[in-house]
């Protein structure tokens, strides 16, 4: 026995002996490795599971010993119905696994342990719920060990312990059924018919009460088609078929049950499925399809019966034959699908869409019938909302659709364009669309909103790489959209096959607007198409990544250019919308006679100038059908500018050349001036052909050519000058809109058209709130022009006083009244001066929404040069003319910081900075040469420092110090070659001070200047990173600066100054660099200045910490200091530099009553130096009040249990000093009548003590404490927060638990 001295009861607790360790599962028998394979199998981390169920099969394997394969069993057993969900299926499967290896072991045995183990009579209630899964994986490892087959009789039990299980419904859910379903699959047909069906009997017999039983039935006439005959099933069910009209209720509700069981899981049930394949069988499938899913599923309100019908249709395609398929994608169905995605695009609605693409792509993948795939995608194509197709024009499903059968489609396309057959559309309309017909609302008609879905979607397959098409097919549909946005058919010729196409429904302007979008759409897709087709050649071409150009080489814009001539040679049979003028005609000739000689001598030697002009004409040559107008100028500059070209290079072959020749400018530059133009035109194609221009020109663009590109970026400049033109009409502006928004359009055609049922519920509030908001801006402009326009009060008060109508002070004619002629007078000359008011107000509102248009267009304009600045720095980072590019970027980074703040003009700003910091400043590649510009980048470096502090932003001050950085970057150069063949790990002071075209002194006194500035000046705009900056990266200038900072550690205007200051020498100290560049007695001397400088910093801390005890800067300063002193004393220590530290260990002596009985980062950097001197910090003796800290009772920690809820005391012996409290306790009622009683109890030690009238004594300290009232009987289970506390709990704040004294008093007194 073991005896407990308890010191404050003055008792001897005896607490019984141990029981002796019994192993009844054998487990101590067991080895530890062993041991392990099932802790693993319970582990959460799938791959830990399966290593383990592998790991112990293989450990049985090996052993051979059949007392572990006996134990694993039972384990395994065991731990099916795991308290643990996430463990039970670890368990089955290594069940499942250990009898499929070990088949000399019966199957019966361990159905024997599941049934014993996991009994549902015996086990408790709590434990029902872990039983039923029991039961269940143990049913299934034995259905997964590949055995069960082979034992017919344990097929039976365990169908049966199925068939129970599925009564438990609210645990299991339908997953007997579904093992039931599975062990059916795996089930021989003699075993089904000598064991198996008169066990099923009674599921068969009752197969239209629920899903799954229906499903049992369907599959096991699937699978024993032989057995279950229909003199058998009509025995079962009374009927010989499954699918009859009198079973067509019993099914439609059958399948309702079916689609809200799956409601959460948002998947079709297995039983529709098999039911559709039965119905097939039995040929019975129109009246399945009409009757059950039209007629019954249908009637329902929107909601899991109508989803299960969708998800039927898309899993239904694989199965169902051609004419079938017509007829499902022409039905009810379809309509009620359509209806549904055009009501789902409403936020937060479930949309089916997504799942219905991934059905059909998943037909589309696994069909290699060519009809089926085009009778789904006509299906689906012709399901139209008023004319509007319900699937997106950019429906990726087409990336699966066999080639030949893309090609039908397209050219069925193009069939619905031409002859556009609305009969043959399953057209629906909403409710609200059906009353705007009635009212005469309809704004577009269906046969343009069909043309316009057409257009890109004959885009899209062009765009969409994933798409499998020929060079043919991509020319084709190119041509077609080409002919009929520019063009029309006269006269039908078979030299061009789109004339034979005649239009059933001539085309508004609206759709040739469309087209022309479209055209210029797919010339931009066409520009980066990889080369199509699967030959050696292709893949070569693409391997080179090789864009915009077919297999021969030919760019994809020259073949349309070619079918546009060859359609304005014959005007007799494709008419011209916008016919040429002779002046366009002819530079229509020229543009093609540019690109033949080009193309020539492309033959003979490829050029990039070639290669470059030949892409401009053709550019400019296509756009002279959409606005012939802008771009016969640009065909003339481009011709002189190639003539140019050809002239400067034959002159330089013959090497002669005149001076003045040489002043005309380069064909770059003309180059550079085109693009320019183009840049102004709104058209994403034009943007992206210029970017790729431009790089094929980046060698040969001059300083002058660079300089033009920079001058439409300076903001200095007249926006006049910026080659933007703003219209009126906001024709241009909408174009810029289509054009570039083109794919968006394309994604969303067709939930903008499905909207429309949403939209014109507020058609009316919102046509209102606009007027309104008109009228409120017409009125804005008066009032404020009523307020400020002396002008307009003068001429009124002119036109009153000619009429007499206003009132002198002497002329006493107040009380006159004017005659009805001369009143009318005066009206019509108000009103005159009123309404020519207006329109200068209307006026000024005008030049003020023009100005505004223009500004953004500029802006606009000045992003799509950036691409160009872009394009040169990642292709020329290293040519010279770079460094003309930091001063105009560094203007528009400055001007942008002060300029206004809307989205535009910060995206304006972010891409300027980010090609100044990435492509410039940080840019691998710079400039290495220049010898020749030593004076001007000088000029330019202190040019640029003095004005980074003069700044008032330091963000802008920030772009100007890394310019001057990459300067001095510059002016360094690249390390000779002799240098860069040493070791890269050793460092010399060669090798160091290498700085190449830098003027050290100068430069260094540049900076110095600045590092003076920013330490002395109250608010400047330089920061501390930028010095640490210059300081790392280049450490010859931080050895001559390095003296300045170290005088402003105590000279710094202020705290953060010095603070800094310590911070910069702290950082150089650290360098390595550095080091070996002051090795020797410089290193010495600068230890002994900063530990002079330090020993006076801190001697003023110590005088000062009184009084900024709480400045955070000066508690920063202090940081850096110290941080600093323990960095350089940890240096002289480890190096054993003669430095003497007498000074500053006496002033940190000094601080230790300021900072070493601190808490926090001070104390500890403080403690830290001075263990480098050999003193520890001091443990400091403990006070009274961190005795009572320590006594006092840990916070509870959430998610444990409190120690009086532990059951480890609950059956031990009351003491004999206890009994008083016990004796209370039974006093009140229901003391004794179970624990919770006891709970409540040890929660209030206090109220237990007390109450009652012989309860014990009470103590000293304790206070009277009232008798506790009985509880009524209706109150016995009140909850405990409501019962009764003592009196000593009456000031204790709430959830505070008593002290341990208080507790010992309470509980048994003194």
Known sequence: MANVMHADMGEIETEPVRPKVTDAKGILLQNREFLDFFWDIAKSEQEI???????????????????????????????????????????????????????????????????????????????????????????????????????????????????????????????????????????????????????????????????????????????????????????????????????????????????????????????????????????????????????????????????????????????????????????????????????????????????????????????????????????????????????????????????????????????????????????????????????????????????????????????????????????????????????????????????????????????????????????????????????????????????????????????????????????????????????????????????????????????????????????????????????????????????????????????????????????????????????????????????????????????????????????????????????????????????????????????????????????????????????????????????????????LMKVLQNQNAMATEGDGSEDEEMDDEAMMKLDGSIAALFLEQKKKTEAKKHEKERARKEKVLVRDFKIKVLDLVEVFLSRQGSSPLVLGMVEPLLGVIEAGMSSDTDQQEQDFLRKAADIFRNQLCRAKLYCRTVSDRQAELHDLLEKLLTKTQKLSDSSVSLYFFSACLYLVKVLRGAVPASEENTKSDILTVEKLSFLGSVDLERVTAMFKEALVSFMTRRKSPLTGHMFTDLFTRFPVLCVKLLDTAVDHITAGVRDHQQGQASALVLGAVQNREVQVLLAGSPWTDLCHRVLEQLSTSLEAVEKEMAVQSKNKVFQEKVLKALELCNALVKIINKQKFPVDLQRVQGVLRGLSQVLGFRSGQLADIYWAIMKHFGVQKPKLPKTKQDVQEQQAPAKKKKGFLPESKKRKNRKKQVPVSEKGAAVASADQPGGGEGRKKNKNKRKRPGAAAGGGAGGGEEGPSQPPVKKAKAQPPGKKNQPPGKKNQSPGKKNQPPGKKPSKQKRKQSEGGQ
Not at 194 to 204: F, Y
Not at 392 to 407: A, G, I, K
Not at 410 to 430: N, R
Not at 529 to 547: D, I, K, M, Y
């Open 49 to 795: 599971r399966l290593k383990a169920i592998e790991n112990l099969v293989e450990y049985l394997k090996n052993s051979n010993k059949p007392d572990e394969l006996k134990y694993t069993l039972k384990r395994l057993v065991d731990g099916l119905g795991h308290t643990r969900e996430i463990a039970r299926p670890g368990f089955s499967l290594a069940l499942g696994q250990v009898l499929s290896v070990f088949e000399d072991v019966p199957l019966q045995s361990p159905l024997d342990l599941i049934k014993e183990k996991h009994n549902l009579e015996t086990v408790k209630k709590k434990l029902i719920r872990n039983a039923l899964f029991g039961n269940f994986f143990g049913v299934l490892a034995l259905s997964q060990s590949n055995r069960l087959s082979k034992e017919p009789q344990v097929v039976l039990q365990c169908v049966q312990l199925l068939q129970s299980l599925s009564q438990h419904r609210e645990h299991l859910k339908d997953l007997p059924r579904k093992t039931m379903v599975d062990i059916l699959n795996e089930t021989p047909v003699e075993v089904f018919e000598e064991v198996l069906l008169r066990a099923l009997k009674s599921d068969l017999s009752s197969a239209f009460s629920t899903p799954e039983q229906l499903q049992l039935l369907l599959v096991a006439l699937q699978r024993f088609p032989q057995v279950l005959k229909p003199k058998k099933l009509n025995k079962l069910l009374g009927t010989s078929t499954i699918v009859t009209p009198d079973n067509i209720p019993k099914l439609t509700e059958v399948m309702r049950i079916a689609a809200r069981s799956v409601k959460k899981d948002k998947q079709l049930p297995g039983v529709a499925l098999d039911l559709l394949q039965v119905s097939l069988k039995e040929k019975n499938f129109e009246l399945f399809w009409n009757e059950t899913i039209i007629n019954g599923m249908l009637k329902d309100p929107p909601g899991p019966t109508h989803y299960l019908a969708f998800r039927l249709l898309g899993s239904a395609l694989p199965l169902l034959s051609l004419s079938q398929i017509k007829q499902v994608l022409s039905g009810d169905v379809m309509r009620h699908y359509g209806e549904h995605v055009v009501s789902a695009q409403l936020p937060d609605r479930f949309k089916f869409a997504p799942e219905m693409e991934t059905n059909v792509g998943e037909f589309l993948r696994g069909c290699p019938d060519e009809d089926k795939q085009m009778a789904v995608m006509k299906g689906f194509s012709l399901l139209t909302n008023q004319g509007y197709p319900v699937v997106p024009s950019v429906w990726r499903v087409v990336s699966h659709l066999q080639p030949q059968v893309l090609r039908s489609y397209v050219s069925w396309l193009q069939d619905m364009f031409l002859h556009p057959h609305m009969d043959a559309c399953l057209d629906f309309s909403t409710r609200r669309q059906k009353e705007n017909q009635e009212e005469g609302g309809q704004k577009e008609s269906s046969i343009f909103r069909l043309r316009k879905w057409i257009i890109p979607r004959l885009v899209s397959i062009v765009e969409n790489s994933q798409v499998k098409k020929e060079e043919d097919l991509v020319m084709d549909i190119a041509r077609f959209v080409f002919f009929h946005a520019f063009f029309s058919a006269a006269k039908a010729t078979p030299d061009i096959p789109e004339t034979k196409g005649v239009l059933s429904v001539p085309l508004d302007d609206r759709t040739r607007a469309v087209l022309v979008n479209g055209c210029f759409g797919i010339l931009q897709h066409m520009n980066h198409l990889p080369v199509l087709g699967v030959s050696p050649e292709a893949e070569a071409l693409n391997q080179r990544r090789v864009r915009g150009v077919r297999l021969d080489g030919s760019m994809w814009i020259y073949f349309l250019v070619q079918f546009a001539d060859s359609l304005l040679k014959q005007p007799q049979h494709a008419c011209s919308l916008r016919p040429f003028s002779t002046l366009q005609r002819q530079a229509w000739d020229s543009m093609l006679s540019s690109v033949a000689t080009l193309r020539k001598r492309a033959e003979k030697a490829n050029s990039p100038e070639g290669r470059v002009f030949q892409q401009l004409f053709l550019l400019v040559g296509i756009h002279l059908f959409k606005a012939p107008d802008d771009f016969v100028e640009l065909m003339t500059d481009l011709q002189s500018c190639m003539q140019k070209a050809q002239e400067r290079k034959s002159k330089r072959r013959k090497k002669a050349g005149a001076e003045g020749e040489e002043e005309e400018p380069h064909w770059a530059e003309v180059v550079v001036d085109i693009l320019l133009s183009l840049l102004s035109q709104p058209s994403r194609h034009i943007r992206q052909v210029c970017k790729t221009v431009f790089t094929d020109i980046c060698p040969h663009v001059t300083a002058r050519a660079l300089n033009a590109i920079l001058d439409v970026l300076d903001p200095d400049k007249d926006e006049e000058d910026s080659a933007v033109v703003v219209t009126d009409d906001g024709k241009k502006s909408k174009d810029d809109d289509q054009d570039e928004d083109m794919e968006e359009e394309d994604s969303d055609a067709s939930e903008d058209e499905s909207d429309e049922e949403e939209e014109d519920d507020d058609d009316d509030d919102d046509d209102d709130d606009e007027e309104e908001e008109e009228l409120e801006e017409e009125d804005e402009p008066m009032q404020e022009t009523a307020e400020v326009d002396q002008n307009f009060r003068i001429e």
